[in-house]
């Protein structure tokens, strides 16, 4: 990872589907945010087929970022999560992993339900507004994405915050 010192890490992705899956621009928005509180650096991660997603999280940063998504394996994975000072990110398994490990973690959820699949931490927050086709369970949206467009930046920034203690 080179220089030691705390760092955010970044998941945008979501296996199940699009419909998982909070704005890049909105995930580099909290990144550069948190960096900067913390004086933190970032890392974004992600599988293979989320490395385009990846990368234009790290695009739309202000502030730089290291990239692992698709260079990890799961234990790598696994390591780096058991080093960062939080975790932002979808309903995902790295989410999963993440809490499990004691990492603070802030789940962006929209299309599934927090009551069946929020992480199980004390050290987690899930973020989501109430909407009326929510939780859907789809993969993909018909309806214009508004559970995961409602979820605004300044709210994980702040759950982020909190969970920090700042």
């Keep these: 990872m080179g220089t030691p010192g705390p760092f955010v890490a970044i998941h945008p992705g979501a296996a199940y589907g699009s419909a998982k899956r909070w704005l890049p621009e909105r995930f580099a928005e909290v990144a550069d945010a948190l960096?900067?509180?913390?004086?933190?650096?970032?890392?974004?991660?992600g599988s293979p087929e989320e490395i385009a997603l990846a990368q234009s999280v790290c695009a739309a940063m202000r502030g730089p970022a290291l990239n692992l998504a698709g260079r990890t394996t799961t234990r790598d994975l696994m390591a780096v999560l058991a080093q960062a000072s939080c975790l932002v990110c979808n309903d995902s398994g790295p989410m999963h992993v993440a809490a499990a490990l004691g990492v603070p973690v802030v789940a962006v959820f929209g299309p599934t339900d927090p009551r069946r699949t929020a992480p199980w931490s004390p050290r987690a927050r899930v973020?989501?507004?109430?909407?009326?086709?929510?939780?859907?369970?789809?993969?993909?949206?018909?309806?214009?994405?508004?559970?995961?467009?409602?979820?605004?930046?300044?709210?994980?920034?702040?759950?982020?915050?909190?969970?920090?203690?700042?």
């Design 127 to 166: 973020v989501r507004i109430e909407h009326d086709c929510s939780p859907c369970a789809r993969r993909a949206c018909d309806r214009g994405h508004a559970c995961m467009l409602g979820v605004t930046a300044e709210a994980v920034i702040d759950a982020a915050l909190e969970l920090s203690g700042a």
């Design 35 to 45: 960096a900067e509180a913390w004086g933190a650096r970032v890392v974004v991660l």
